[in-house]
């Protein structure tokens, strides 16, 4: 999307928004129904019940945050649509989700593109990634921050030391083109399930291996059913929290800057506990002793790295070259 075009994106739908928009009496709040995939313990959980907690102090009865965790509404794709028709008005998908709206994120799947979860905030914290933020304005999805999870690990029923041993296998995955090509250059299969369904897959043995931050494999208990878990760091599992751009434009501007600058709060708040978090959850996957750590040396890895390094070939003409350049300059 050319620069230029944006503001008047974002006019036509402010200007769409106030033709649209179902009339609220002055003394009603605003209600913004936030639904996500993840337990009240997660990053993003506690980032929602923050964000909410914060709304209720500052803004009293002039907007009411309703959380439904868990999946209990939708799973991150049908809420996406759900948003789009502004039926829930938060949502924080991880950025894997976003690919049927906008090509570019699939940046963030791409296979050792960042070293570490530093360098994604440095590279979402510039102006390009910044911009990413309103790649979807045309489809009516507008990112209102990034949220950190961490850096994704493998897991299995067998150890995965090298590349090779991981053929064969099939992988859970996010409803990822760029996820699927990963693991096909591992000579991998992969089956696409919405987190909710991730714990009973491997359990029954549908698939037998799968890619998650600490916190997730934690948080779904997944030492029960994954026996191995490889240190690999191989890419990120971020979060986009979104709206309906209409929805957003159309709350009067007063409100509108009070929440920005809550969720500014908020997002320093989850993400300065990034880190902390995957490593409390760390151990204690370690100390449930149902998993065991494998640690790669450094051959070993680059070898994971080059395995799985062409495909940003593959999706390099779909994300931007330059785009790719700057977010590895952010290492
Ligand atoms: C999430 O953390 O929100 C879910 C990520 C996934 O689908 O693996």
């Not at 996957?285 to 495909?311: F, H």
């Amino acid at each position: 999307m050319k620069r230029v075009y944006l503001p008047l994106i974002i006019l036509c739908s402010v200007f769409t928004t106030l033709l649209s928009a179902p009339v609220r009496a002055a003394d009603e709040p605003i209600v913004i129904r936030f639904s996500h995939v993840s337990s009240e313990s997660s990053p993003k959980g506690k980032g929602a019940l923050l964000l909410q907690q914060l709304v209720k102090e500052r803004l009293g009865d002039q907007v009411s945050i309703e959380i439904h965790p868990a999946a209990e509404l939708y799973n991150d794709t049908d809420g996406l649509e759900a948003l789009r028709r502004n039926d829930i008005q938060m949502l924080a998908p991880s950025l894997a989700k976003f690919r049927a709206y906008t090509p570019k994120l699939q940046i963030f799947d791409l296979p050792f593109l960042f070293d570490d979860l530093a360098a994604v905030d440095k590279f979402q914290g510039r102006a390009k990634g910044k911009k990413l933020l309103l790649s979807m304005v045309e489809k009516d999805i507008v990112g209102l921050a990034y949220w950190h999870n961490g850096m994704k690990q493998l897991s299995a029923t067998r150890p995965l030391n090298e590349p090779a041993d991981a053929a064969g296998l099939t992988f859970r995955i996010q409803d990822s083109a760029v996820l699927k090509s990963q693991f096909k250059a591992l000579t991998a299969n992969t089956e696409v399930l919405a987190y909710a369904d991730m714990f009973d897959a491997l359990a029954s043995g549908q698939v037998q291996g799968a890619e998650n931050p600490w916190t997730n494999f934690d948080s779904k208990n997944l030492q029960q059913v994954q026996p191995y878990i490889t240190e690999t760091n191989h890419g990120v599992l971020d979060y986009m929290l979104v709206t309906n751009s209409r929805f957003w434009y159309g709350i009067p501007h007063h409100i509108r800057y009070e929440l920005e600058n809550i969720i500014t709060e908020v997002t320093y708040a989850v993400n300065k506990a990034a880190a902390e978090e995957n490593e409390r959850h760390r151990n204690n996957v370690l100390a449930s002793g149902k998993t065991r750590l494998i640690t790669l040396t450094a051959e070993q890895r680059e070898a994971w790295r080059q395995r799985m390094q062409p495909v940003w070939q593959e999706f390099s003409e779909q994300i931007g070259e330059r785009l790719i350049h700057s977010a590895q300059a952010a290492n």
